[in-house]
């Protein structure tokens, strides 16, 4: 299994365990928590393999995906309960699928020649987006746009990293995985010790 | 005209008329009826025609199907007064617009020789992803996720069947009747009986 | 430069300062501003590209729109608390976007050889879907659907008028220049006299 193969499987199993926990505060049924849960882990890479008209799209080619999803509903539709706070999880969860896919979404872009802006972009987009349409679809702010928080920034700095990083060492594995890392240090520092960068305000204090 | 050519006709039809009810509770003009007639008729088919690569869209290939849903659009303007409960008329032309749906998407992907998996996502994606775009666009809480209902669920029950039928029976339009009839027995069922799957409880009592 | 790409730059340009200025109400951060500002700049344009299957996809062909896009949210991020109405701001910006982003999308739909119906509709989608989805996305009630006002109408009426306009005179640019002027005018005299179509009413009352 090649490197980015390893990276769709574990940001499709983690960003399908952050559906299936929003659909447990929406209180759907089994075949919802599914049903969310491979939006959320799909709609990203979806959104990618159309605009990159990668064909086919990476889930018909191979719908283990799909399985994984699924599967993945379903055991967060049994031991959720067991979870103190679903929200603080759903919060790691997703800064983890964030991270990973941020990397999954890169190498595919480069496995594709894109250029580094398209490459960067392509990590953002399956990065932020499958998460977007999770929290569109269910009514709730997108955690994206949430003030005060890195998110999309922490998506940017990965995939930027990823490209720097293979451009000066050439080593591809090395450069998601610093990509991935980045990600998530800037994501989880966010989250653990209010990391961000300057809101907009609408009367900025004068300089 | 073929049987799945029908089937989408129908859908369209429906489903415009369904886009129209939700319009007329937002009150909105002429043309922003056949907007969300349009979107709510033709999106469910465009997102499984793009992510089939089928091309041209369904739409693109014959307008006709434009002009069905501007007219459904046009009569439910003048006439959606007469209607005693706008929102009961839309529960239950919903119900049949998702039932013709699954049957049409389905029959797509396999008029396309996809697999098994993906012949059942791509009925669930035609016959749900409209009616969802609908409710995300107008922002209510979209009809897929009422709490407690058959949706989602009886749209795959309906495409599992007609994939089922047809493997053993070997008759495509059989196979396509049978999904329609399933899914809408099973979505009607929920409508006027409250059928539901067990919903998350965030406690679930003991067995 | 060609006149259509003039035409999808300025779209882009105004658009990605419409997008800056609700992540301004939303108070988000530099990089949140610049990822409001491209999904409203480009997201009609990219819907367009993926229906026609146009390929590729105009800001991965060139990425200078999003330089274009990220610039803009930049510029508003430093400025925006020097207007004294942002609201009145983004709605008379919003005008301009929507009539300079039809004309572009109907003379992209023209260029491609598309039947006159694809044309309309294209310009349509061009116009309406990069607004309508800053709006989902933030969670605001979309300016598409505002009560008694022009919007899609406007964005239809001026996709007609290119379209008519190109049949009886034969000269493209003379005809995006009319529908970008036809669909301004409108959606300003909707703007600024509050002409509008009649809206629908539960009981219309007797002619």
Avoid at 7 to 16: I, K, P
Avoid at 75 to 88: M, N
Avoid at 94 to 116: F, H, M, P
Avoid at 133 to 158: I, K, N, S, W
Wanted: glycine share 10%; hydrophobic share 60%.
């Amino acid at each position: 299994m090649s490197l980015i193969t390893l990276l769709e499987y574990a940001s499709v199993l983690v960003f399908a365990i952050t559906g299936a926990l929003v659909a447990s505060r929406a209180q759907l049924d089994l075949v919802g928590f599914a049903f969310i849960a491979c939006l959320t882990a799909l709609g990203g890479g979806t959104l990618r393999d159309l605009l990159l008209d990668r064909n086919p799209i990476f889930w018909i080619a191979n719908p283990t995906h799909l399985a994984v999803g699924v599967t993945a509903a379903m055991v967060v539709f049994f031991t959720a309960h067991l979870l103190e706070s679903r929200y603080r999880a759903l919060l790691w969860l997703d800064s983890v699928a964030l991270a990973v896919a941020v990397a999954a979404g890169t190498g595919v872009a480069i496995s594709l020649d894109q250029s580094a802006v398209v490459v960067v972009l392509m990590g953002m987009i399956t990065g932020c987006m499958g998460g977007l349409m999770r929290d569109v679809v269910v009514g709730e702010v997108p955690l994206v746009l949430q003030q005060g928080e890195l998110y999309v920034t922490a998506a940017f700095a990965g995939a930027a990293t990823a490209v720097i990083i293979r451009s000066i060492l050439g080593d591809d594995a090395l450069a998601l995985f610093a990509g991935a890392c980045m990600t998530w240090i800037l994501r989880a520092g966010s989250l653990y010790f209010g990391w961000h960068l300057p809101v907009y305000k609408s009367r900025p204090p004068r300089v």
